[in-house]
C-alpha cells in the first residue's frame, strides 16, 4: 500500500474523529467561557447535526473541483478552525468555530474516501486501505 495514501486515509478518519473528541465537554464550556445553557446548545447543534447536509455538498464538491484539492482545502478549514475555537474568547467566536470545524469535516470526510476507492485497485490493496480507514475510525471511536 502506497504510504501516502495510507495517511490520506487515515488523515481523514481522523479530522472526523477529533472533531467528534475535540469538542470541549459542556461543563468545560460552562466554567471556562461561562456560556450560557443556551449558547452551549447552540454550540451543539452548530457544530453536529448540520454536518450531515454539508457531506454531502462536500462529496459533490470533491467530483466537481478535485478531490485531493477539495480534501487538502478541507483539512485546512478544519485545522484553521481548531485553532480559532481553541483561542476563542468569546461565545460568537466559539460557536462560529464550531460551524467552520463542520463545514472543513464536512468535506473531509467523503473526499477521503473518494480518494481511497479511486486510488487504489479493486482487490487486496483497496481492502487493506479500507482497513486502515476503519481501524483509524475505530481508535478515533474509542478515545472519543
Same mark, same amino acid.
Not at 490520506?8 to 461561562?34: H, I, K, V
Not at 479493486?122 to 478515545?143: C, F, H, L, T
Given at each position: 500500500?502506497?504510504? @501516502?495514501?495510507?495517511?490520506?486515509?487515515?488523515?481523514?478518519?481522523?479530522?472526523?474523529?477529533?472533531?467528534?473528541?475535540?469538542?470541549?465537554?459542556?461543563?468545560?464550556? /460552562?466554567?471556562?467561557?461561562?456560556?450560557?445553557?443556551?449558547?452551549?446548545?447552540?454550540?451543539?447543534?452548530?457544530?453536529?447535526? #448540520? *454536518?450531515? /447536509?454539508?457531506?454531502?455538498?462536500?462529496?459533490?464538491?470533491? *467530483?466537481?473541483?478535485?478531490?485531493?484539492? =477539495?480534501?487538502?482545502?478541507?483539512?485546512?478549514?478544519?485545522?484553521?478552525?481548531?485553532?480559532?475555537?481553541?483561542?476563542?474568547?468569546?461565545?460568537?467566536?466559539?460557536?462560529a468555530?464550531?460551524?467552520?470545524?463542520?463545514?472543513?469535516?464536512?468535506?473531509?470526510?467523503p473526499?477521503?474516501?473518494?480518494? @481511497?476507492?479511486?486510488?487504489?485497485?479493486?482487490?487486496?490493496?483497496?481492502?487493506?486501505? =479500507?482497513?486502515?480507514? #476503519?481501524?483509524?475510525?475505530?481508535?478515533g471511536?474509542? /478515545? #472519543?
Amino acid at each position: 500500500m502506497n504510504p @501516502i495514501n495510507a495517511e490520506t486515509a487515515a488523515a481523514g478518519e481522523l479530522t472526523r474523529q477529533c472533531r467528534m473528541a475535540a469538542g470541549p465537554t459542556q461543563e468545560e464550556l /460552562s466554567e471556562n467561557a461561562e456560556l450560557s445553557v443556551r449558547a452551549r446548545q447552540r454550540n451543539a447543534l452548530t457544530s453536529c447535526p #448540520a *454536518d450531515t /447536509s454539508r457531506v454531502l455538498l462536500g462529496g459533490r464538491a470533491g *467530483d466537481l473541483l478535485g478531490r485531493r484539492k =477539495m480534501f487538502i482545502t478541507g483539512l485546512g478549514v478544519f485545522t484553521a478552525a481548531s485553532l480559532a475555537g481553541g483561542l476563542a474568547t468569546s461565545q460568537a467566536w466559539l460557536i462560529a468555530a464550531r460551524a467552520a470545524q463542520g463545514v472543513g469535516a464536512a468535506v473531509v470526510a467523503p473526499t477521503a474516501l473518494a480518494l @481511497i476507492t479511486t486510488t487504489f485497485p479493486e482487490g487486496k490493496p483497496r481492502n487493506q486501505a =479500507m482497513g486502515v480507514y #476503519a481501524a483509524m475510525s475505530a481508535a478515533g471511536g474509542a /478515545s #472519543a
